[in-house]
């Protein structure tokens, strides 16, 4: 099981110095709000690709005394025998460099080595908010199957804005969009593919569970993937087929978008549904507590369903919305994962049921240590 051996973070937020050793058990980050369990939530997953689980500016994270900010942050990790390094550029604070044994490497390749999800109280409205909250919620799921899947994404959304420019600056130019439109086709069935896999895989471990008739504390869900692109390869069209048809439907959508001036179709258009199965009622019409079971639910399903590459979790604030029972119901199937979780909550109590099977971490003020005993 890949796991985080040792965490290190410098001037990054709240914290001007950190080095904690992890076991790979389950840990947990317990202390007042405001103490920095979430910094430290967020410092980890700067070991994906991705701007993090706030989704912050790279400037915007180095520790700050009064109007004086660090020069840089940087956090370093061992995952696996492999030093990680992430952080700020002095130079140019506004980038941030990656680094594999002290070689510069891709996200793609971060991806590769590891991989994480996250649940944080932001996201308690994800089916109630946007669609694009739940493509960033999909296309995190996704990241586990295709590691290469955020540059493929990247890519889209760059040719995207480029071929956005030709339309509402008024460009006609035939071979501009046509250039255009075969990078949007190419990187827009990957990302299409990408999504596709992850939930269809997610579909039958959610099956499977019920099938298996498991006690589960969680409500099944139920799942459509709306797109075109991502319908088709659901309905078997080949890879080949699929591109073909991003390619034709973009150029035959350019009158109408150039009058809107934007792209109208594409896979930045696409949207999870989800679905309460036992009240056979859509999520964003359940309530808060029934939505906040699902979205658990939904996020330990994903994690069952990696038999190889099995996801680490950052559950933030994620306890003390369960009452107890449901709470240690919680634990024992993170445990079962067989995965390295991290959770934080304001009191050691909400933990009980970890029964010393979990590194306990009291935080305070930018400071953490680690609890032992009972």
Known sequence: MSHIASLRLTDFRSYASLDIALSGAPVVLYGPNGAGKTNLLEAVSFLSPGRGLRRAKMEDLARRSGDTAAAAWGINAEVDDTRVSVGQVPEYPKRRIVRLDGKNASGTQLAQLLTLMWLTP???????????????????????????????????????SERNRLLSDGITDRGWYEALEADMATQGAHVAQARA????????????RAAAKEDDVFPKAILALEGEAEEQFQSGLSFEDVEN????????????????????????????????????????????????????????????????????????EVAAHLDIDRRAALIEELIALGTQIFMTGTDASLFEAFNGRAQMFEVREGSVSEKTGP
């Open 245 to 316: 048809y991003i390619c034709e439907t973009l150029a035959a959508d350019r009158p109408l978008d150039q009058r809107a001036g934007r792209t109208l179709r594409g896979v930045h258009k696409s949207d999870l549904r989800v679905r309460h199965a036992e009240k056979n009622m859509p999520a964003e019409d359940c309530s808060t507590g029934e939505q906040k079971a699902l979205l658990i639910g939904l996020t330990l399903a994903h994690a069952r369903a990696q038999s190889d590459k099995k996801p680490i979790l950052l559950l933030d």
């Open 122 to 160: 932001a996201q308690d409205r994800l089916f109630t908010g946007p669609a694009s909250d739940r493509r960033k919620f999909m296309d995190r799921f996704s990241l586990v199957h295709a590691p290469s899947h955020g540059m493929a994404s990247l890519r889209y959304e760059k040719t995207r």
């Open 197 to 208: 896999m992850t939930v269809t895989r997610l579909v039958d471990e959610i099956e499977a």
